[in-house]
Nanobody, 125 residues
Framework: VQLQAFGGGLVQSGGSLTLSCAAS????????MGWFRQAPGKEREFVAV????????YYADSVKGRFTISRNNAKNTVYLQMNSLKSEDTAVYYC???????????????????WGQGTQVTVSS
C-alpha cells in the first residue's frame, strides 16, 4: 500500500485546512486509516482514525470537536478537516493505514503497517 498525504500549508490561527491521503496498491475499503502528527523535538502522536466502513472514528482529546476524519472509499482517499487551528497544531501530518482497526492500539504508531510521507501544517499566531 502506498499512501500520499497532501494539503498542508500555512494558515492563521483560527483558520481551517483539509488534508487528503490518497492510497494506491490496495483498496482502502478494507483498511483502517488514521492521521498522526509530529512536531519538532516531539514524538509522533495520534490525531484520528477511521474504520474501513467509516462507522467508527476515534480522536485525540486535543483535536476533538475541531478535527473531522472522513473517507471516500470510491476515491481511495481519507480526509482530515481541521478547523479552529491553533499554533500547537503545527506539525508534520502523516497518514497511516492497517488491515484492521485495533480498539487497543489505534493510537500507537507502531501498530500501523503503512505510512505516507507527511505534509507540513504550520499555524501562525
Amino acid at each position: 500500500v502506498q499512501l500520499q498525504a497532501f494539503g498542508g500549508g500555512l494558515v492563521q490561527s483560527g483558520g481551517s485546512l483539509t488534508l487528503s491521503c490518497a492510497a494506491s496498491g490496495h483498496p482502502t475499503s478494507s483498511l483502517a486509516m488514521g492521521w498522526f502528527r509530529q512536531a519538532p523535538g516531539k514524538e509522533r502522536e495520534f490525531v484520528a482514525v477511521i474504520k474501513w466502513s467509516g462507522e467508527i472514528t476515534y480522536y485525540a482529546d486535543s483535536v476533538k470537536g475541531r478535527f473531522t476524519i472522513s473517507r471516500n472509499n470510491a476515491k481511495n482517499t481519507v480526509y482530515l478537516q481541521m478547523n479552529s487551528l491553533k499554533s500547537e497544531d503545527t506539525a508534520v501530518y502523516y497518514c497511516a493505514a492497517d488491515q484492521a482497526l485495533s480498539l487497543v492500539n489505534y493510537a500507537s504508531p507502531p501498530y500501523y503497517e503503512f505510512w505516507g510521507q507527511g505534509t507540513q501544517v504550520t499555524v501562525s499566531s
